[in-house]
C-alpha cells in the first residue's frame, strides 16, 4: 500500500500521491502532443485553420496539469470515487450522497477550466502563428 498524508476531502480532494502522479504525466503527455502537432502543422505548411486541431492535446495536457495541481480527479469526480493510497485505478466509493454532489460540483469546474485554459493556448497559437 502507498504511505500517504493526504486526507480525502469532498469537493476538495480525491486522489493520493499515485494517483497525481498519473495525472502528471498525462501533463506532460499532452504537452509533448501539443509540441509535435504544432510543429507538424508548422513545418508542413498546413493551413492555417487546421491550427485549431491544437485544441484536443492542450486540452489533454490542461486536464492532467489541473488535475496534478488540484489534488483532484475529474473522472472519480463525477463517478463517486476516490483514491487517497492505494495503488493506481484501484479506486473506492464515496458513499456519502453529500460528498458526491460535492465532488461532481468540483469536477465540473475543473472541467470548465482545462477547457478554458485550452482554448486559450490554442487561440495564442492560433494568432501567434509565424
Known sequence: M????????????????????????????????????YAALL??????WSLFFLFVPALLSATGWVQYANHFCVNFGMRGLRNMDKPA????????????RK?????????GLSVAVSLAVTLIAYFVRP
Not at 8 to 36: D, H, V
Not at 43 to 48: D, Q
Open 2 to 37: 502507498v504511505e500517504s498524508k493526504e486526507q480525502y476531502i469532498p469537493g476538495a480532494c480525491n486522489i493520493g500521491s499515485e494517483e497525481r502522479r498519473m495525472r502528471k504525466i498525462g501533463g506532460w503527455a499532452g504537452t509533448g502532443l501539443f509540441l509535435l502537432l
Open 43 to 48: 513545418f508542413t505548411h498546413a493551413p492555417h
Open 89 to 100: 485505478f484501484q479506486t473506492e466509493n464515496v458513499v456519502e450522497e453529500e460528498f458526491r
Open 103 to 111: 465532488d461532481r460540483e468540483r469536477s465540473l469546474k475543473l472541467i
